[in-house]
Nanobody
């Protein structure tokens, strides 16, 4: 059974950093096609932030976070991280970890079937 659990959110001032973690207690991340992070701000639609393909070793980022956010995986801990630096007030959102099952590739932004409960990130100006 897939169970994605995020942690690491919180309140930070603009320019600060946070590291989000996503752990899967049910399956190993290597069994997925892609593991990603999405976010949803109040009144806005959920948007793609970053993704990692463990089998290929590739990473993908939304333009809005390139150069500031880094997604990585720890095989031994079965955990995916997202290091967020130079945070801006517009990064404020609930951040969700998601996993895409293996199958036809839909790219890094689609095909996610499993979702965590989300963790709040608030960046004050």
């Amino acid at each position: 059974q897939v169970q994605l659990v995020e942690s690491g959110g919180g309140l930070v001032q603009a320019g600060g950093s946070l590291r989000l973690s996503c752990a899967d207690s049910g399956r190993t991340f290597s069994s997925y096609r892609m593991v990603g992070w999405f976010r949803q701000a109040p009144g806005k639609e959920r948007e793609f932030v970053a993704a990692i393909s463990w089998s290929v070793g590739s990473t993908h980022y939304a333009d809005s976070v390139k150069g500031r956010f880094t997604i990585s995986g720890d095989y031994a801990k079965n955990t995916v991280y997202m290091q967020m630096n130079s945070l801006k007030p517009e990064d404020t959102a609930v951040y969700y970890c998601a996993a895409a099952p293996r199958g036809p590739s839909l790219g890094p932004t689609a095909g996610y079937a499993y979702w965590g409960q989300g963790t709040q990130v608030t960046v004050s100006s």
